[in-house]
Structures are given as structure tokens and as C-alpha cells.
């Protein structure tokens, strides 16, 4: 796994496209802890899940130019995605968020965003 040299509360929200579809085995489960981390208190995580099965679809980096425009290079030389998750193993995936919504996109993607939950204060 990559490490991130980031502190922890640095980011508002943490887009994932596709990154879980490439994990192997339990590596989604072990990332979400840090990557919960990097959020801010009530920070978002934008994730895409790829839920065709009949083709694998390579590798793709994506880059954020501006505010209306998304770059992407496929990247044949990366392995192929681990597995298709389920919409019952997504939701279980991020229990540990506040779920905000989740929709199944005519391209055959899921998109799912959950907030980070806030901290429970103990009363006084």
C-alpha cells in the first residue's frame, strides 16, 4: 500500500475512482481507516465502483485540471481490477460513514458518497 504523507484533517473531500475495484483482498477494508483519517470532521469521499462484469477496463489515472475539466490516461501496463463488489458489500464497505447517496449510473458504475462522521462528544 501507498503511504501518504499527509496530516491527518488535510483534505474536504477524497475523490476514489475506481481505486477499490483494484485493491487486492481486504485492501479496500485496511485503506478506508486512513483514508477516513485524512478528512476533515464531516469531510466527503466520492467513490466510483465499476459493476460490468462482461469486460475489464484498464487501469485509468485521472487528473482534475479545473473546475470543468477532468483528464484521463489509461494506463495498459496496471494489472486488472481485483473484483466487481456487490451493492450490499459497498454499503457494508463504509459503515462507518454517514451514507449521503448512492446511485447506480447508466455507464454501469456506482457511485456512492458518505460523509465522515463527526466525532461523539462525551457529556459533561
Not at 466520492?46 to 482534475?64: G, H, K, S
Not at 475539466?69 to 494489472?79: F, I, K, N, T
Request: hydrophobic share 40%; net charge negative.
Amino acid at each position: 500500500m501507498v503511504e501518504l504523507h499527509q496530516p491527518a484533517g488535510a483534505f474536504d473531500v477524497i475523490l476514489c475512482w475506481d481505486l477499490f475495484d483494484y485493491l487486492e483482498g481486504s485492501g479496500a477494508e485496511q485503506s478506508l481507516p486512513r483514508l477516513a483519517d485524512l478528512l476533515k470532521p464531516r469531510g466527503y469521499l466520492l467513490a466510483f465502483f465499476n459493476c460490468e462484469r462482461t469486460t475489464a477496463r484498464p487501469a485509468t489515472r485521472y487528473r482534475i485540471v479545473g473546475s470543468e475539466h477532468l483528464e484521463y490516461e489509461p494506463l495498459p501496463q496496471a494489472r486488472p481490477p481485483g473484483r466487481a463488489y456487490e451493492n450490499r458489500e459497498i454499503v457494508e464497505l463504509f459503515d462507518a460513514f454517514d451514507l449521503i447517496n448512492s446511485c447506480y449510473l447508466p455507464n454501469q458504475m456506482r457511485e456512492i458518497l458518505v460523509q465522515k462522521r463527526a466525532a461523539r462528544v462525551p457529556r459533561s
